[in-house]
């Protein structure tokens, strides 16, 4: 569990960094993936050479992977350009509900029942965030944000189960499914506005440090951690990373969400964290039917 928050810390400075490096939202996309492909080569060898290759099962879910993760940057960095680095990180973690019930289907990870009470709540908080009913909303079209933040989060939920039913390796899958997301966000830019190829200074600069830290530190550990633990309390930890980022891009970007947008954040925080939780359950429950504790 400590490796999941450490990497979500560090993911944190995703949104902040982008907002930094001042270039296109393809073109940031695009380059935190080229950027991070060469040192993620190297740790996918140094990892094949102690467990061998990567199972082809691993190899077409990372590439599945990679492909969601392309839509994941391209829709959340559009998301950065509406409603700012905080809130789009906000709007792009509602993953943890969808997680949460794929995870049910899919891994028979049983999520809580609280899980129905907190999903109304949780998009009562995605509404204070369009500024619907709000004059004085952040951000240069709120409403195009929310629904570019609701598709990162769909693409988010996507990569994450991907990345969790592939392998128990971290570097390998991570290194197949960047270099398939910069290659889909090289052929889906068009359709996004389009990347600039020529790099520029100093917008490259912090394009650089995105790469290395938060898409290969940061989602390394991540990684490593999701076949470890059940995938909808990765999620719920991973919502260490919106928190972050808000007061991040307040401190060093000068972001101002209006009090209702900073209260849509608050309840859609309460909403995952009552929702995501577990009930006690009755001690006479067969093992099998017990929760798994990380």
Known sequence: ????????????TSGPLV????????????????????????????????????PAKGRWLA????????????????AIDYVGAGLATVLGNLQVFIVAFAAWGVFKERPSTRLMIGTPVVFAGVVLISGVFDSAAYGSD?????LAGVATSLSYAAFLLLMKGGSERAAGPLAHATVVATIAIALLSPLF???DFLPTWPGHGWLLILALGPQ????????????????????????????????????VLGERPSPLQLAGCAVIVMGVLYGSSRSRRPATLPEEERTPVA
Do not use: K, N
């Not at 569990?1 to 944190?12: E, N, T, V, Y």
């Not at 996309?29 to 996918?44: H, I, Q, S, T």
């Not at 530190?217 to 260490?240: E, K």
């Open 19 to 54: 907002r930094l490096s001042d270039v296109s939202p393809a073109t940031s996309a695009l380059f935190r993936c080229a950027y991070a492909v060469p040192p993620m080569l190297v740790l996918a060898w140094l990892e094949r050479r102690r467990l061998g290759p990567l």
């Open 1 to 12: 569990m400590l490796i999941a928050i450490a990497g979500a810390l560090i993911i944190s």
């Open 142 to 146: 709120p409403v195009m944000g929310v």
């Open 193 to 195: 506005g389009g990347a």
């Open 216 to 251: 290969v530190i940061g989602w390394s550990l991540i990684t490593f951690s999701l076949p470890r633990q059940p995938a909808a309390l990765t999620a719920l930890l991973l919502l260490i990373q919106p928190l972050t980022t808000v007061a991040i891009s307040a401190l």
């Open 63 to 78: 590439w599945a992977a990679g492909v969601v993760f392309a839509l994941d940057l391209l829709f959340w960095h559009h």
